[in-house]
């Protein structure tokens, strides 16, 4: 795998700002943000190459067939192109890699989580044309094709295989041992699959102590989103102290509890609690 360096300060500072600016913007484009994660975990990307990797996605649009039908013509048309002649899939071993959740390096090595594949499906899908969508089964995304009395659902994870209703009810019952909500198949929101994606390169940080850096920025990037988990904050403040910046530490830690007060107290105490705990630690 290529080594991954993070940009600078300045250049971190500017893609956060951007990174806030698109997620607020009225129409979010979820391949800007994206590459904006992108950017941010490789210092190597630059205006140049996030500018590659959008007209790569113009161009895998561009040899898809002009309106090949409904939905399912749609599903065989990009499953045929992408997974077939392109060669975008998944593999166990993508799950170890931090590129793996990074569109730039997607699209570079066509392989990917099945988030980030499912990205590139959407985003050439929905270049040419085709009524498409993210859906966010628990603990594997998908892609969803036409209205919900025609969806149609391929998996990109594996070279766009169209699921049946069975397959998705496997999906599900596997990740979470519970079965098949229909409101599971609702096209995903672009900031929730943002969300989804940082959640990803987050777990993937979790599993490397060395790489807490990493950690952080996705959970800084996580509270620029205009919906996120009240949470973040306290899971922020955690990682400054594993950090050993226990005074930050302790200031999120306070700030955390007193959102957390005005419905339960005694967690709040709690939390107040290892805030002091964290300041002591600079005795």
Known sequence: MRPLHPPGPERSAAWRRRFGDEARAERPDLSALCLLVGAQADGGLDEAGMDAAQIELDRLAGELPFGPGGPRSWAAALAEHLGGRCGFRGTPGD??????????????????????????????ARRAGAPVYGVALPGHFVVGFGPPEQQVLVDPFDGGRVLTGTDAELLVAGATGAPLDPSMLS????????????????????????????????VDFSLLLPSHPARLRYDRAQLLVERGDFLAGATELDAYAEVVAAVDSSAADRVRRQAQAARAMLN
Not at 196 to 204: E, F, H, Y
Not at 207 to 212: D, G, I, L, M, V
């Open 187 to 218: 096209p995903a929101d672009p900031l929730d699959v943002v969300l989804r994606i940082l959640n990803n390169v987050r777990a993937w940080a979790a599993a490397r102590p060395e790489q807490s850096d990493v950690a952080l920025w996705a």
């Open 95 to 124: 799950y170890q890699r931090l590129d793996s959740s990074l569109l730039h390096e997607v699209l570079r090595r066509r392989r990917g989580l099945p988030i980030l594949l499912s990205v590139v499906w959407m985003e050439v």
